[in-house]
């Protein structure tokens, strides 16, 4: 299978400073990623789609301006998260695909602790 | 009603069991279904697809009932390796690719 990376795969961060989350597809091109949050016990929440080349789309209730993504490559997707408070603390997962197929591969998740 | 329910156990079987999960979903328009797995603090991973025909992979086997609108994950001869979160997912066959994650069924196999 496909392999997808997240830097960093763990961090924490003061109430107020921003964090950002790398997401790498390795070894094909992904014109189309995926980010997604995860709160205990809970499902996989889709936060946004991301784009290669355009403006991400994002799921209702989520904040453009707090999570800012961008897609500037076919191999590269970033989250920052903007302002972090607590309630931001959450499991951050990436998915990528490959263009004309559904399946999609899962990075190994970015655990965000805001303090 | 959420898009997809199901039951979130944990089912407790001892190692050699058979164990079936299912999955409901309210979109009549979904029209591609997957079980994942997820390992506790990890990804998730693609199990299998389902197929309307039925699938089976090894001792796992996946049925699709679109007029009851659940899927089901059967498996067979259960090892401990297979302690995990098992999810019901599905998605639109058009150009957005979203995929919908029900919140997961968690199984402890015990020796």
């Known amino acids: 299978g496909a392999v997808v990376s997240q830097h960093p795969s763990r961090v924490i961060c003061k109430s107020g400073t921003s964090v950002k989350i790398e997401c790498r597809s390795l070894d094909f091109q992904a014109t189309t990623m995926f980010w997604y949050r995860q709160f205990p016990k809970k499902s996989l929440m889709l936060m946004a789609t991301?784009?290669?080349?355009?403006?991400?789309?994002?799921e209702q209730g989520v904040e453009k301006d707090k999570f800012l993504i961008n897609h500037a490559s076919l191999t590269l997707s970033t989250l920052t998260v903007t302002s972090a408070h607590p309630e931001d603390s959450s499991f951050y997962i990436c998915?990528?695909?490959?263009?004309?197929?559904?399946?999609?591969?899962f990075g190994p998740g970015t655990r965000l602790t805001v303090t | 009603r959420k898009e997809v329910e199901q039951d979130p156990g944990p089912f407790n079987v001892p190692e050699g069991a058979t164990v079936a999960f299912n999955c409901t979903y309210s979109?009549?328009?979904?029209?591609?279904f997957f079980w994942y797995r997820q390992d506790c603090r990890k990804e998730p991973k693609l199990l299998m697809s389902v197929y309307s025909s039925g699938n089976e992979d090894g001792r796992f086997t996946a049925q699709l009932n679109r007029a009851s609108q659940y899927i089901s994950l059967l498996i067979r001869d259960s090892k401990l390796s297979d302690s995990a979160t098992y999810l019901c997912?599905?998605?639109?066959?058009?150009?957005?690719?979203?995929?919908?994650f029900g919140s997961g069924t968690r199984l402890l196999v015990r020796p």
């Open positions: 991301s784009n290669e080349g355009s403006k991400a789309t994002y």
């Open positions: 998915s990528a695909k490959r263009t004309n197929s559904y399946e999609q591969y």
């Open positions: 997912v599905f998605g639109w066959m058009d150009s957005s690719y979203k995929l919908i």
């Open positions: 979109n009549s328009a979904s029209q591609s």
